[in-house]
């Protein structure tokens, strides 16, 4: 099992910026990969970034590149995801994953991951 705790989400003006945080627990060295991804009311869940666990191979949604930047400290078992130059659009609650086991790639799809966070509010006032 794994445990995944978010945290820095909150409310910002469009331009601004937010770090929240997912912390890992529980059975670590199993992930293969985090996850980022948001949903908003009646709409599917969206990829937006992941990073492997290794921190070395890192992947992006088109639309948030260049704005967001997913990272992992080491020590902590955390990955953050550092978010500039937010938009309305970006107004979503946030939700991190982890992927379990061996792969060469990074995987996009929510339904491929195994374990998911509680989710964590992010909103863009204009």
């Known amino acids: 099992q794994v445990q995944l705790v978010e945290s820095g989400g909150g409310l910002v003006q469009h331009g601004g910026s937010l770090r929240p945080s997912c912390a890992a627990s529980?059975?670590?060295?199993?992930?293969?990969?985090i996850g980022w991804f948001r949903q908003v009311s009646g709409k599917e869940r969206e990829f937006v970034a992941a990073?492997?666990?290794?921190?070395?191979?890192?992947f992006y949604v088109d639309s948030v590149k260049g704005r967001f930047t997913i990272s992992r400290d080491n020590a902590e078992n955390t990955v953050y995801l550092q978010m500039n130059n937010l938009k309305p659009e970006d107004t979503a609650v946030y939700y991190c994953?982890?992927?379990?086991?061996?792969?060469?790639?990074?995987?996009?799809?929510?339904?491929?991951?195994?374990?998911w966070g509680q989710g964590t509010q992010v909103t863009v006032s204009s």
């Open positions: 994953a982890a992927k379990i086991g061996r792969y060469s790639s990074i995987w996009t799809t929510a339904s491929d991951y195994n374990y």
């Open positions: 990073i492997t666990w290794s921190g070395v191979s890192t």
């Open positions: 529980g059975l670590i060295f199993n992930i293969h990969s």
